[in-house]
Nanobody
Framework: QVQLAESGGGSVQAGGSLRLSCSVS????????MGWFRQAPGKEREFVGM????????AYGDAVKGRFTVSRDKVKNTLFLEMNDLKPEDTAVYYC???????????????????WGQGTQVTVSS
C-alpha cells in the first residue's frame, strides 16, 4: 500500500508563487512515476504535470507549461510542485498521485494513476 499526503497549499495573490509538497510512504513509494492533478469547483479533475521514476524527465498540461515545475527527492520520498506566476484560474484543490508506470509520461489520464492523496487547496486572488 502507498500513502500520499500533500502540503503547502494556501492563498496567494495573482503573480505570486507557492510550492506544494507530497510526502510518499509505502513499499513501492519511489518505484514509479508521480504526478499532480487539480480540480476546480464545478470542473473535472485536470492533469497538471508529472515526473518519471528517476526524476530525469517531466511533462506538463498546456495550462501550466512554463509556470509550474515538478520535481522529486527520491531520498526523502517527496514530490514537489513549484508554481510561479499564479493566476486566479489556478485556484483548485491540488492532488498528487502515483502512476502505475515507471517512465511513461504520455499516461496522463486519472486511470493511469493508482494512488492519490487527499488534496490541498490553492486559492489565487486577483
Amino acid at each position: 500500500q502507498v500513502q500520499l499526503a500533500e502540503s503547502g497549499g494556501g492563498s496567494v495573490q495573482a503573480g505570486g508563487s507557492l510550492r506544494l509538497s507530497c510526502s510518499v510512504s509505502g513499499r513501492t513509494a519511489s518505484d514509479f512515476a508521480m504526478g499532480w492533478f487539480r480540480q476546480a469547483p464545478g470542473k473535472e479533475r485536470e492533469f497538471v504535470g508529472m515526473i518519471n521514476r528517476i526524476g530525469s524527465r517531466t511533462a506538463y498540461g498546456d495550462a501550466v507549461k512554463g509556470r509550474f515545475t515538478v520535481s522529486r527527492d527520491k531520498v526523502k520520498n517527496t514530490l514537489f510542485l513549484e508554481m510561479n506566476d499564479l493566476k486566479p484560474e489556478d485556484t483548485a484543490v491540488y492532488y498528487c498521485a502515483q502512476s502505475r508506470y515507471l517512465n511513461n509520461l504520455y499516461a496522463t489520464a486519472q486511470s493511469d494513476f493508482d494512488y492519490w492523496g487527499q488534496g490541498t487547496q490553492v486559492t489565487v486572488s486577483s
